[in-house]
């Protein structure tokens, strides 16, 4: 996939995870529905170890309450295409 295709899925991604902020007493089940998806895509989107660590930390970002601002998906792509690249 495209890097830049691979930004925006990840934006859209991060905004589903916050769709749970606009349905009260509702979205805490959506949070707990979405956390197991989110950390699978994540390690899906990314491969070998970062993607496994991301996949686990986009799981504990959206089952705890108040962090579904965190845009974890995009922060991924950006260590990935953006500090990363620069190492290399």
């Given at each position: 996939m495209n890097?830049?295709?691979k930004l925006v899925l990840s934006i859209v991604l991060d905004l589903i995870g916050c769709v749970s902020y606009f349905f009260p007493g509702v979205g805490e089940?959506?949070?707990v529905?979405?956390?197991p998806i989110s950390g699978w895509i994540m390690t899906k989107m990314y491969k070998g170890k970062p993607g496994k660590i991301a996949g686990v930390v986009s799981f504990v970002e959206e089952v705890l309450p108040g962090t579904d601002i965190i845009p974890t998906f995009t922060i991924m792509?950006?260590?990935?295409?953006?500090?990363?690249?620069?190492k290399k």
């Amino acid at each position: 996939m495209n890097k830049y295709k691979k930004l925006v899925l990840s934006i859209v991604l991060d905004l589903i995870g916050c769709v749970s902020y606009f349905f009260p007493g509702v979205g805490e089940f959506i949070d707990v529905v979405w956390a197991p998806i989110s950390g699978w895509i994540m390690t899906k989107m990314y491969k070998g170890k970062p993607g496994k660590i991301a996949g686990v930390v986009s799981f504990v970002e959206e089952v705890l309450p108040g962090t579904d601002i965190i845009p974890t998906f995009t922060i991924m792509w950006f260590y990935t295409y953006v500090f990363e690249d620069k190492k290399k």
